[in-house]
């Protein structure tokens, strides 16, 4: 059984619990099913066939008082009433009878019953004749006749009722001794049952329990040897269980540690020498970057400078672009003042062509008069001396409007001169309104320009504050990566340190063979120059003009401890490489 599995151990033992405890359940039941039949036969046989015989034998009792009543009574009334009860009494124990015959099991019980039923119709045979003659009337002879006929009849069905009730009461005694036998029969069959059920428990647990922990005690001793660094001792599997597999896991452990161990051994001196070549080269490295970094700091200073120049540029296209937009509204304001000169000539043009016509209304008028004043002279001669003074006024009046007519001319030579002057003028203007336009748009074309290359010179000018930018966060990430190199070169230290302390730590492991701790011949540690530190330049020391850009953090990264470095997943031989090697890191 020591090859058993543990799960197979346990549920044979749980298996068998549980098969005892289903005998003694089954026993129990069986023994309780024996316990209630017998209490269902006694209540549901027994004790109603006394109660039923019972029963009738008082119902007996009670016809035969009616009987005896029926006899000596003489009223009519009391007889019919007394008939009515008799019927009644008689159905009653016939109902009776019934019940109780229902209830017979016993052959003995069957054979009192029908005596007493044969009985009991001769009986009602006797009731039936001594009803007929109590109801015609009787004399007292005849009474005490009927009396003594139907007396020993009820004594003996008395008698059969009492056998009826000795057989039932030996029925229900017999009933409840089964019942007490089988109380008894279980409760000995359970003590049994239980006591070989707590044994065999006891038994197997004391076996289960052995078979767990001689073996897990074997495991625990071995793992305190590798807990103390002995790894020479082997482990033996003796069972094929469970705990024969954790035996078999620990010793395959064992020697992946023994291996493990041994490459620990071999590749510890390697890593001490790859550290200290690593802390030479990171000194190199270390050189190199500052070297860089002050190429980066002149690089810087140019694009300092490169950006200054640019943003005078800029500014100065800015300006240009400024007094050309100025000159492009000066310009389009004075177009807009000779189109208003031209509007206004016209305007002047269109009211001198009216006062033309207004004088030529006027030219109209007085030669009418004229002509009106010399009909009027003509008339006045005609007239003689009464028109005569008409005549001189009329010739004052030829004379007025020959005047009239003449400024009229005058005026109107003066009008049309204006007249063509003004439209000479009106032509003047709007070749001025051409022209200016022209200069309006010549100037905004020169905007235009303007403005482009003041974008241009922004966009240069930002273009060039970004790669200052780029140039100072090169520079910083130089520093930041000088102070990693100088970190890297104290890591390699620590870790050529590390190395040393891990050949002493696993020097502590016993790996078989003679039994004796191996012992790792230590070497001084090689002195390595510690690497120079380079010069970290904040943002103050850049020309003033870099203020402009956009912080960047010049804060190195957190220095990681020795302590926190992976150890080497597999030795590895180490080879001296040149420096330029170095280069390409």
Do not use: C
Request: charged content about 20%; aromatic content about 2%; glycine content about 6%.
């Amino acid at each position: 059984m020591g090859n058993w599995k543990i799960s197979t151990r346990l549920s044979g033992a749980f298996g068998l619990i549980v098969v005892l405890l289903l005998i003694l359940a089954g026993a129990s039941l069986l023994k309780m099913k024996d316990m209630s039949d017998a209490s269902d036969d006694l209540a549901t046989n027994w004790l109603p066939s006394i109660s039923s015989v019972k029963t009738m034998n008082l119902l007996h009792s009670d016809l035969r008082l009616l009987m005896m009543e029926h006899m000596i009574n003489s009223d009519k009334n009391s007889i019919s009433k007394i008939e009515s009860a008799i019927q009644e009494q008689i159905k009653e124990i016939e109902k009776t009878q019934k019940v109780y015959e229902a209830l017979i099991t016993e052959p003995e019980e069957k054979i009192a019953f029908k005596s007493y039923l044969e009985k009991w119709q001769k009986l009602q045979a006797i009731e039936k004749r001594a009803l007929q003659l109590s109801s015609q009337g009787l004399d007292d002879d005849t009474k005490i006749a009927l009396e003594r006929e139907s007396k020993p009849m009820f004594d003996s069905m008395g008698n059969d009722l009492d056998k009826l009730v000795k057989v039932n009461e030996k029925g229900s005694e017999d009933s409840a001794k089964k019942s007490n036998a089988a109380y008894k029969t279980a409760h000995l069959q359970i003590i049994v049952l239980v006591i070989v059920a707590l044994g065999a428990t006891v038994a197997l647990s004391l076996f289960i329990i052995r078979s767990i922990t001689t073996p897990l005690n074997y495991a625990v001793e071995a793992v305190r040897h590798i807990a103390q660094g002995d790894l020479s001792r082997p482990i033996e599997v003796r069972n094929h269980d469970e705990l024969g597999t954790l035996l078999s896991t620990m010793s395959e452990m064992q020697t992946s540690l023994i291996g493990v161990v041994s490459s620990v051994r071999t590749g510890s001196e390697s890593v001490a020498t790859a550290s200290a070549e690593i802390a030479q080269g990171n000194q190199d490295l270390s050189s190199r970057t500052e070297n860089q970094a002050s190429a980066l700091e002149q690089t810087a200073s140019s694009m300092e400078h490169l950006g200054s120049t640019v943003r005078q540029n800029a500014d100065n296209a800015r300006q240009a672009n400024q007094l050309a937009q100025q000159a492009s509204s000066v310009a389009a304001e004075g177009g807009d003042v000779v189109g208003q000169v031209v509007e206004t000539m016209k305007e002047i043009n269109t009211s001198s062509q009216k006062i033309a016509d207004i004088i030529s209304v006027i030219d109209g008028i007085a030669f009418q008069t004229n002509i009106l004043a010399l009909n009027a002279a003509v008339e006045a001669a005609r007239a003689g001396e009464q028109g005569r003074g008409f005549a001189v006024v009329a010739s004052e009046v030829r004379a007025l409007a020959g005047r009239s007519a003449a400024a009229a001319k005058e005026i109107k030579t003066l009008i049309d001169a204006s007249v063509d002057r003004v439209g000479q003028g009106t032509l003047l203007v709007d070749k001025a309104g051409q022209t200016m336009s022209k200069v309006v748009s010549s100037i905004q074309q020169v905007t235009d320009i303007m403005g482009e290359i003041s974008a241009a010179s922004t966009e240069q000018s930002a273009g060039v504050i970004e790669i200052g930018q780029a140039v100072t966060q090169m520079d910083q990430a130089t520093q930041q990566n000088a102070a990693l190199v100088e970190e890297m070169a104290a890591a390699a230290s620590s870790l050529k340190v590390q190395a040393q302390e891990l050949v002493q730590t696993v020097s502590v492991f016993q790996l078989g063979g003679n039994g004796q701790r191996s012992k790792v011949q230590q070497r001084p540690p090689a002195a390595a120059s510690p690497a120079t530190r380079p010069t970290v330049r904040h943002a103050s020391a850049l020309p003033a003009a870099t203020a402009a850009r956009p912080s960047v953090s010049t804060t190195p990264p957190p220095r990681k401890t020795a302590a926190a470095l992976p150890p080497p997943a597999a030795p590895r031989t180490t080879t001296a490489q040149n420096d330029g090697d170095w280069e390409s890191f």
